[in-house]
């Protein structure tokens, strides 16, 4: 028995986190609160016992903004008719994968590191006064919140670089590349992952719909590479 699965199954339960607990972070953040006292302070994913059958722990990504996806697998059917590479605007998950790595094959990468000041001020993306913007790549987001965000604003708190353990894997080789889709090995079937699909997003007041983005806005289901791939993995698993 196989299955297909994408962007947020590889969630889970987030815990609220305190101050003490960024001594172990790999970035600073501290917990703070509105003037109302709601709780707007980073919390840390917990992994689950699920995540072991689907192979990909999520543990935070960086605010949405449009990066290269590169094809590692064009011999797979999610990757068949996908150009070598391609532009999406997205939420880039950033996963740790689970069990035997000689179980995953890489179908998608991408570069990212995930001790850039965006993720040490990724709150300022989602509490603050930011201009959304998914056009913007990953230097321009640099650069925005070098000179506009206040430090210490971490959505997420991370304790480890989920790439430190992916990058034994052959195919990826290096913390920064990091994993967009794979098929792995689980038991007689096989699970297949695309991390890419998020069209939900928080605005500041005035900016679209807080639940949605702004209206009309469809994130990468709007793009046909992102639809072909969704379309390719049905056909993976129809062909289980």
Known sequence: MSAHSIHGTSGGYARKVDDEDFET????GEVYTTSSGRYLGPRQWVKQPFH????AFFMAHPPIHTFPVKVADAGHTLTEGIPEEFSVADELYLVELQGDLRDYKILLTTEYDILGVDMERSNYAYTKDY??????RIDELHALFENEAAPRQSEML??????????A????????TRPVAYEREVGRGAVCYLGLGHN???????QGNNTGGPPGY???WDNPVFTKLVKNAIAWACEQ
């Open 158 to 167: 991370v304790d480890r670089d989920p790439g430190e353990r992916n990058q």
């Open 25 to 28: 972070s790999l970035y600073p």
């Open 200 to 206: 939900q997003v928080r605005l500041p007041a005035g």
């Open 218 to 220: 469809k994130g990468p």
């Open 52 to 55: 072991d059958t689907l192979g």
């Open 131 to 136: 201009e959304w913007e998914p056009t913007r």
């Open 169 to 176: 894997h052959p195919a990826l080789g290096h913390r920064n």
